[in-house]
Each structure stands twice: as structure tokens, then as C-alpha cells.
């Protein structure tokens, strides 16, 4: 039996062949609000892991700030910090509730959904080359080329960039080791996407096409529009956090079903549960781990006193198995009703912003694929990121077999 003593949740070594699942159940149950080792805060920080109270810090942003720190997990100096505040992930109402209002004009349902067809198109496109290939690395292959195309057509990205995209985004994501250049590569993936997305505002400033990114860098209704500080700060999340949070999910997805064969079938046999599949497979993977909040004042939460200005790490891989509210949590099934996941967040300001975008692409590629393919059969190790915060297969060998 583990013990609290031993228990890190935020060693990212301990994700590599899966979460700590038992860890998180243990502290659900003994000390749903834990004082965390860190490795850059003597003191450690609070490790929140129940569902009802990752909710309430992700819908709280009075007492739990995303600006005060930002929301990335790790420790930064001021000047880094302040750099970060032009990203609306990093920033509180009412400064955040300006950019996010003039951006979601392009990620509403109505918006998303008549993108369907046009994704529907390239699933087809990416299964047919994965059934030529039949032997293939999932991951690359499929799992990252969908999300690539997809966001490349939103965010009007020409089809021949969208691989300089892929690099950045996963320099910018901690695709790499920091033996080797790794934190370096970040900054100057940052530097370069940054310049990408200044030419691409300048480009539809002088030349609107019906587009989202001319939408966002037009004005609305009301005279607001985003400065191109801004722009630039949105294009590198939308990006980043659109393209791999789908990539994971996706092959995350196949690993499931390999795992759970039967539920597999029922997909082949039931295509219509496609869209609560994409629901199950990102509560399943999580592939956004956790977020980072400060809190504000002294604040009482799941019996312990959290004290203004003290680091909090709400995870959402904990929440999304957490056995009270999930009937049979570490069970994969795809017909899952209700499912109240916080794969996109708790809710409350910094819920996802492109989460119908993201459900949908998840959807069409397991339809497509259940239509069209037998099965995939997984033939090699499946190397996981290591990351703090984000979680996915980076490597799947696999065999295609056509239906």
C-alpha cells in the first residue's frame, strides 16, 4: 500500500509508463489537498485531486489566479512571467474576458460544425494513406497529421507550413530534451511561430479572406479588435495546445481500444456512439495533466488552509478517475452518460476554448476508422512526453488491417 510519504504526483519520471493512477486514488481518499514536493519551492506546493475541488479552483479565479504566476507549472522570474500575460491562458478577468470575447467569435458550435465536411474529407484522406502503408507509426502517420491539417485550415496556415508548425509546437510543448538543447529549441520556436503569425495578421489586415484569422485580427462590432501582441500570443496557443492535445487524444484513443478490444467492436457495430467516444477518449487520456493557479487569500479547501500567494496544481488526470463521480472510473466505455471530464478544463473562464473543434476531429477520425479499418494492432513500445503538463503517446509502431 503506498503510502503519503512516498507519493509525487508531480515527478514527471513517474508518467512515462502511465499516471500514477494508485497515487491519486490514495490521496483522493486521505488528503485530497496535499502539500506536494516541488522541485523548485522548498515548501512544496498543493496538489488538488478530487473533482468537485479542481472544479472549484478552475472556476474560481478570484481566489486561484492564473495571472499572479502564471498557468504553467514550473517556476519563472518575473520578466518570464510577464512576457507569458500576453497569453490569455496566463491572464484574469477582465483582461482576460476582453481577448477571449473577440477570439471564441471563430470557435462557437455553429462556426465548428461546418467545418464537418471538410474534416469528414481529410479523415479519409489520412486512413487511406495509413491502409496503404498498413505498417505504419500511428502517432506520426495519422494521430498528428489530422490535428495539423485541421488547424492549418483554421488559422489559415498554408498546407505546405503546416510541418514548421508541427516542429514549433513541439519544441514549444517540451517535445525534447533538455540535455540536448531542449529549452533553447523552446525559445526559438517561440520567437520564430511569433513571426509567422505577424506576417500572417499583416497578410489578412491588407487582404481580408473569410477566414478566422481575419476575424480575429478584425475589429467587431464594437470597435475592438486584438493588437498584434496579441494576435501572436493566441495563434501560439491555439496552435500548440489545438494540435497536440488531439494529437495525444487520438493515439491515446487507439490505445484504449486495444486495450479494451470489445468496446472496439461496439464502435464498428454502433457508429453512432462516435461523438461519446471522443468524450471518453479525452477523460481517459487527459492530456492536459494539470493546471497551475496562486491563490489570492487564505482559502479553505478539502481540509486544508491554502495561504494567499501558495502554489496550486489542480489534476485533471486525478479528476477525471475520480471514483465518486465516475461509475467505474478505470473502465473505457465509449457509451459513457453522464460524462462530466474536465479534459477541457473544470469550466468557469479558462475552460478550452476550442473544445467543440477538438470533440469533433477525435469524433471523425475513430468514425473513419471504424468504418474503414479492422483493427490496429499495436507492434512496438510507445514512448510517452515528459512533461508537466501534458501527456500523451509521442511514438506508436502499429499495423493498419484494413475492414
Known sequence: MTTLD???VFDQERYLDGAPYADFAVLRSQAPVF??????????????????????????PQLFSSERKGSQPLEFDEVAIDVQRRMMIHQDPPKHSRVRTLVSRGFTPKVVEQLRPDIERECDLIVDAALEKGELDFVEAVAAELPLVVIAEVMGIPREDRHRIFAWSKAIAGESDDEHGGAELTRQAVVDMSGYATELGTSRRRCPVDDIVTRMVSADDKGNQLTEEEFQAFFILMTVAGNETTRYSIAGGVEAFAQFPGQWARLKAEPGLARSAAEEIVRWVSPTKVFRRT????????????????????HITSANRDETVFADPDVFDIGRNPNPHVGFGGGGPHFCIGKHLAVLEIELMFAALARRVDRIEITGPTPRLRSYQFGGIVGMPARVVPA
Open 35 to 60: 502539500r506536494n514536493p516541488d522541485p523548485q519551492l522548498p515548501e512544496g506546493h498543493w496538489a488538488v485531486t478530487r473533482h468537485r475541488d479542481v472544479v472549484h479552483v478552475a472556476r474560481e
Open 6 to 8: 512516498q507519493i509525487d
Open 295 to 314: 491563490a489570492t487569500a487564505d482559502v479553505e479547501l478539502g481540509g486544508s488552509v491554502i495561504k494567499a500567494g501558495e502554489k496550486v496544481m489542480a
